[in-house]
Structure formats: structure tokens, C-alpha cells
């Protein structure tokens, strides 16, 4: 299974993003998909997920901010980043939870900058 993501970069504070995440191999079927981050020096953290049936969870900081979105015909998982601050600069990391395996992957990460 591999996970190829884009859209990664560099965007003024205010501006916007939108990751994607594209997954393809011997996949059955995925159950939770998810997009974390690291920011240099931290931990790595949960930003957003989504269920198979479409429920979502974010976290308190990107609330009303970022929205994700699952497309389950293509196996896909976006990430509509809004009104970005400095604070959201990281690496992020698409990862997904295959359904019948129950075997976790990760994508390689994208840098997202964000200038103040």
C-alpha cells in the first residue's frame, strides 16, 4: 500500500491550502482516515479524521479552520486548510487505517509553511 500526498508549501498567514492524500496497492477497503502534523521540536499530533461513513473529529486548534473530506470510490482523503497561522506550520502526514487488515499507514509528509 503506498500513500502519495500533495499539495504541500508555502502560504501567508490568512491564506489557504489543500492537502491531498491518494492511496493505491492492495487495498480492501479503508476504514479511518487521518491527517496528523509535527512541528519541529513537538510531538506528533492528531489534526483530523474521518470515518468510513464520513464522521469527522478535529482538533480544538484547527476547529471551524480546516476541514476533511474522504472520497471512498477513490480511495482518497483531502484536507482544506483555511485562514492558516503560523502556529499551523508543520509536517503533515496522511495516514489510514485499512479495513480488513486493520494495518496502519503513513504517508511520507508534507512541509507546510506558514509566514507570519
Known amino acids: 500500500v503506498q500513500l502519495v500526498e500533495s499539495g504541500g508549501g508555502l502560504v501567508q498567514a490568512g491564506g489557504s491550502l489543500r492537502l491531498s492524500c491518494a492511496a493505491s496497492g492492495s487495498i480492501f477497503g479503508i476504514n479511518r482516515m487521518a491527517w496528523y502534523r509535527q512541528a519541529p521540536g513537538n510531538e506528533r499530533e492528531l489534526v483530523a479524521s474521518?470515518?468510513?461513513?464520513?464522521?469527522?473529529d478535529y482538533s480544538d486548534s484547527v476547529k471551524g479552520r480546516f476541514t476533511i473530506s474522504r472520497d471512498n470510490a477513490k480511495n482518497t482523503v483531502n484536507l482544506q486548510m483555511n485562514d492558516l497561522n503560523p502556529e499551523d506550520t508543520a509536517v503533515y502526514y496522511c495516514?489510514?487505517?485499512?479495513?480488513?487488515?486493520?494495518?496502519?499507514?503513513w504517508g511520507k509528509g508534507l512541509l507546510v509553511t506558514v509566514s507570519s
Open positions: 495516514h489510514i487505517g485499512e479495513l480488513l487488515s486493520g494495518v496502519d499507514y
Open positions: 474521518i470515518t468510513r461513513s464520513g464522521s469527522t
